[in-house]
Structures are given as C-alpha cells and as structure tokens.
C-alpha cells in the first residue's frame, strides 16, 4: 500500500532532473527506490517518510544517470546535452527584459539570503548545487556523518525559502 500511495512522489522527483532522455528507466529507478525505501524505513527515528523515500529515489536516480554517464543533470550549472549549430546560437531566444530584471532581482535576494545562512549550511548548499558534490563527499569533506550533511541541507533550503517566499509574496 506504501508503494502504491507514495508512487506520485517518484514522478515528483524525476520531474527535478532535466531533459530526461530515458525517462521510463529514471522512472523504474526510482520506483526501485521506493521500494528500498519501504523496507528500511524506521518509523521511530522521527522522520517522515515521504523526506526519507524522497532522499532515496534522488539517489536510486542520480545514481542510474551516473551510470549512464549523465550525472551533471542534477546540477544547476549542468549544460545541455544537445549540441547546436552556429546559426541557432546566434538566434536570440533570451528572455524579455522584464524577465530578465526580475531574474535579476531574485538571484540577488537569493544571494543575500545564503549569505545570511549559518557557515556550515553554506558551505552544505554551495557545494551540493553550485559544485554539483554528492552528500557523501561533502560529509566527507566537512568530516561530518551524510545525515548530518542531509540535515544542514534541508535546514539551508527551509530558511532561503523562506526569504525568498517573502520576497514573492511583497510583490503581489
């Protein structure tokens, strides 16, 4: 039944990588994940399942595109795939200036809010999003356990939402 139930969350996930090539493994990867997540999970450890199963089927994913040699896809500064001619880049396919001010404009309260971050959340988002770094590199790193790296994680991503919820609720 937990299988069933929390099925929509691996379309949820898979819907965070980009330009899915092969969708339907990522898919199946994913399920597999759940699955995983179904039989380890520990209810009195106090995390809620759908965190847990979500941390597991990202890197039953993750792990699939590795394998296939695609693992920058998770990454935010990951470059796409396709390879274009000379005269589609000269095309001007960018955003109308009012997108682009307003781009502008978050990126920068997005900045102030991560600067504002504790150190160590810092550090934890810089280099899972902005170095594209797995988790057990970062623990590794910051000699630090992967659940503890997980905590700081979803810590840093609770507080910048939270300013730049603010940011988007003061504009309407």
Same mark, same amino acid.
């Given at each position: 039944?937990?299988?069933?139930?929390?099925?929509?969350?691996?379309?949820?996930?898979?819907?965070?990588?980009?330009?899915?090539?092969?969708?339907?493994?990522?898919?199946?990867?994913?399920?597999?994940?759940?699955?995983?997540?179904?039989?380890?999970?520990?209810?009195?450890?106090?995390?809620?399942?759908?965190?847990?199963?979500?941390?597991?089927?990202?890197?039953?994913?993750?792990?699939?595109?590795?394998? =296939?040699?695609? $693992?920058?896809? #998770?990454?935010?500064? #990951?470059?796409?795939?396709?390879?274009?001619?000379?005269? =589609?880049?000269?095309?001007?396919?960018?955003?109308?200036?009012?997108?682009?001010? =307003?781009?502008?404009?978050?990126?920068?309260?997005?900045?102030? $809010?991560?600067?504002?971050?504790?150190?160590? =959340?810092?550090?934890?988002?810089?280099?899972?999003?902005?170095?594209?770094?797995?988790?057990?590199?970062? $623990?590794?790193?910051?000699n630090v356990s992967?659940?503890?790296?997980?905590?700081?994680?979803?810590?840093?991503?609770?507080?910048?939402?939270?300013?730049?919820?603010?940011?988007?609720?003061?504009?309407?």
């Amino acid at each position: 039944r937990l299988i069933e139930a929390y099925q929509p969350l691996v379309f949820k996930v898979a819907g965070s990588f980009r330009s899915l090539e092969d969708a339907m493994d990522v898919l199946q990867e994913g399920t597999v994940g759940l699955i995983e997540s179904v039989e380890v999970f520990d209810y009195t450890r106090g995390v809620a399942f759908s965190l847990f199963a979500s941390y597991r089927i990202r890197g039953r994913m993750y792990n699939f595109l590795k394998k =296939e040699g695609r $693992a920058d896809v #998770a990454c935010l500064e #990951a470059r796409g795939s396709e390879q274009l001619s000379e005269l =589609e880049l000269l095309a001007d396919t960018g955003k109308a200036v009012s997108e682009q001010v =307003e781009l502008l404009e978050v990126s920068g309260r997005l900045q102030s $809010a991560m600067s504002r971050l504790p150190t160590k =959340e810092q550090m934890v988002l810089n280099r899972m999003y902005l170095k594209c770094q797995e988790a057990a590199k970062v $623990a590794e790193e910051m000699n630090v356990s992967a659940s503890y790296i997980y905590r700081l994680h979803t810590s840093g991503v609770r507080r910048v939402a939270g300013v730049t919820s603010k940011v988007i609720h003061q504009r309407k």
